[in-house]
Each structure stands twice: as C-alpha cells, then as structure tokens.
T-cell receptor, first 113, second 112 residues
Framework: DGGITQSPKYLFRKEGQNVTLSCEQNLNHDAMYWYRQDPGQGLRLIYYSQIVNDFQKGDIAEGYSVSREKKESFPLTVTSAQKNPTAFYLC????????????FGDGTRLSIL | GENVEQHPSTLSVQEGDSAVIKCTYSDSASNYFPWYKQELGKRPQLIIDIRSNVGEKKDQRIAVTLNKTAKHFSLHITETQPEDSAVYFCAASTNSGYALNFGKGTSLLVTP
C-alpha cells in the first residue's frame, strides 16, 4: 500500500553494529507491527504497538528494540545481540480495534557483511 | 499461544483448474482469519478475510470457508490463471490481541 513506507529497501550490517529500519504510515492507523520473514518460515511477529508510547513484544523480540513516539512512525532497531539478523523485515499497520485488516509496506532486506 | 498449520507447502495446478489451501488453528478463541498473497520479493497483500460469525465468503474467483467446530479454514481459487502464482499465507487472531499468527505459506504455481 502506498500509505506505508519502509526504508531502506536493502541494508547491510557489520559485526557488532546496531541498525535501524524505518517505517512510516500516513493511513492514520493506530496500530503498527514488525514482522520478520525467513524462507519457509512465514511471518513471525517481533513487536507491535497499539497506540503511541506503548508497544508489546511479539514471539521473537530478543535482539530487537522499537519506539513509538509518533503515530506515523514505528522504527525497528536490530541490535548486535541479534545473532542471525539476515531476513526480510515487514512493517504493517491497521486501524483502531482488534482484528482490523493489516496492510504491509514493501519491506527491508537486511544482510550481514 | 495460537498455532496455525498450513497445507500443502507447495501446490501445482494447470490453468483453469481449482486450487485449495487448508489451515488449522489451535486457539478456539480465534475469530478473525485473513489470507494474504505474496509475489516474489513483494509485500503480502490481503486478498480476503473472514470472521467467525460467517461460514463462507466469496469474492469473484476466491472464496474462504470456515469450520469453527473443527478449527480449520480453507482458501478456494477457481479458474486459476498464471498470475495467481504466488505464495499464499493464512493467519488467525483473537479479540484479545491485535497480532496475527501466520501459517508457513503455500507456494502456488499455475502452469499454462
């Protein structure tokens, strides 16, 4: 959807380095999500946020951190503690309330140098 | 937590045939079941969803059926076309959470 912008499209991380993936939406959605996609694994939830200044861990939060200072933005930091960061990262957003359709950005492909 | 199983992992059909993908879920409280289509290197796109108060939903060549008693739901694509070739993901969630639990995906290939 044109309303969710992820950047950069490709990112390379060096050993011991933290990197931050950007996700911005102009859909006026309250909820935002980060998923990790590995081949044959489907999408796994890293973090989600239902409202500004609040977020919850998903199934695979270890080695990642997030912030939600603005409604439009939900950046994800991949820390050096994440030993296997190579994956396709997808950001999504949804409207107010549970069980609203989630709309995805184009993703960021992260690789280790 | 919720566990969503999806079968088959790969599916090959001839153009014009039907394709069926099945998912089962473990949490009886699940009440929202979307299906996403993802083309290679692109974002997942919502193609259809169903809520637990409905047994079947159709949108042109796509339909989804839900059996809450058996805790399974299926995607049906009729009159398949080569552009239907993609990976399809099912998912489930409950009212108590916003997060979706995804199946591992089905790679559908439609051959002319």
């Amino acid at each position: 959807d044109g309303g969710i912008t992820q950047s950069p499209k490709y990112l390379f991380r060096k050993e011991g380095q933290n990197v931050t993936l950007s996700c911005e939406q102009n859909l006026n959605h309250d909820a935002m999500y980060w998923y990790r996609q590995d081949p044959g694994q489907g999408l796994r939830l890293i973090y989600y946020s239902q409202i500004v200044n609040d977020f919850q861990k998903g199934d695979i939060a270890e080695g990642y951190s997030v912030s939600r200072e603005k409604k439009e933005s939900f950046p994800l930091t991949v820390t050096s503690a994440q030993k296997n960061p190579t994956a396709f990262y997808l950001c999504a957003s949804s409207g107010t309330g549970a069980n609203q359709p989630q709309h995805f950005g184009d993703g960021t492909r992260l690789s280790i140098l | 937590g919720e566990n969503v199983e999806q079968h088959p992992s790969t599916l090959s059909v001839q153009e014009g045939d039907s394709a069926v993908i099945k998912c089962t879920y473990s949490d009886s409280a699940s009440n929202y079941f979307p299906w996403y289509k993802q083309e290679l290197g692109k974002r997942p796109q919502l193609i259809i969803d169903i809520r637990s108060n409905v047994g079947e939903k159709k949108d042109q060549r796509i339909a989804v059926t839900l059996n809450k008693t058996a805790k399974h739901f299926s995607l049906h694509i009729t009159e398949t076309q080569p552009e239907d070739s993609a990976v399809y993901f099912c998912a489930a969630s409950t009212n108590s959470g916003y997060a979706l639990n995804f199946g591992k995906g089905t790679s559908l290939l439609v051959t002319p």
